[in-house]
C-alpha cells in the first residue's frame, strides 16, 4: 500500500504558475501509475494529467494542454505538476492518485486505489 500526501497549493493570480508535488511513502513509487485529477466547488472530480511508470509517456485533459506538465522522480518517490498560465477555472482542489494495475496511464479515476487527501488551489482574476 502506498500513502500519498500532496503541497504546493494556494493563491495565485490569472496567468501566474504553481507547483504541486505528491510525496509517497510506504511502497516505491516506480510501480505505479501516476494521476493528478482535480475538484473544483460544485463539481464533480476531473481527469488533469497521467504519467506512466518511467515517466515515459503522459497523457493530459484537453483544457490543461500546453499548460500544465508532469514529471515524476523515482529516486526521490516524488510526483510534480508544473502548472503555468494558470486561469480562474483552475480553481480546485487536486489530488494525485496511483495505481499498481493500470497498463501504462489512465484517465480514468475509477481505476486509481490509493489517493492523497488533496491541496487547494485558488486561481485569482
Known amino acids: 500500500q502506498v500513502q500519498l500526501v500532496e503541497s504546493g497549493g494556494g493563491l495565485v493570480q490569472a496567468g501566474g504558475s504553481l507547483r504541486l508535488s505528491c510525496a509517497a511513502s510506504?511502497?516505491?513509487?516506480?510501480?505505479?501509475?501516476l494521476g493528478w485529477f482535480r475538484q473544483a466547488p460544485g463539481k464533480e472530480r476531473e481527469f488533469v494529467g497521467t504519467i506512466s511508470r518511467s515517466g515515459g509517456t503522459t497523457a493530459y485533459a484537453d483544457f490543461v494542454k500546453g499548460r500544465f506538465t508532469i514529471s515524476r522522480d523515482n529516486a526521490k518517490n516524488t510526483v510534480t505538476l508544473q502548472m503555468n498560465r494558470v486561469k480562474p477555472e483552475d480553481t480546485a482542489v487536486y489530488y494525485c492518485a496511483a495505481d499498481y494495475n493500470i497498463g501504462v496511464v489512465s484517465k480514468t479515476s475509477t481505476e486509481y486505489d490509493y489517493w492523497g487527501q488533496g491541496t487547494s488551489v485558488t486561481v485569482s482574476s
Open positions: 510506504g511502497r516505491t513509487l516506480s510501480t505505479y501509475i
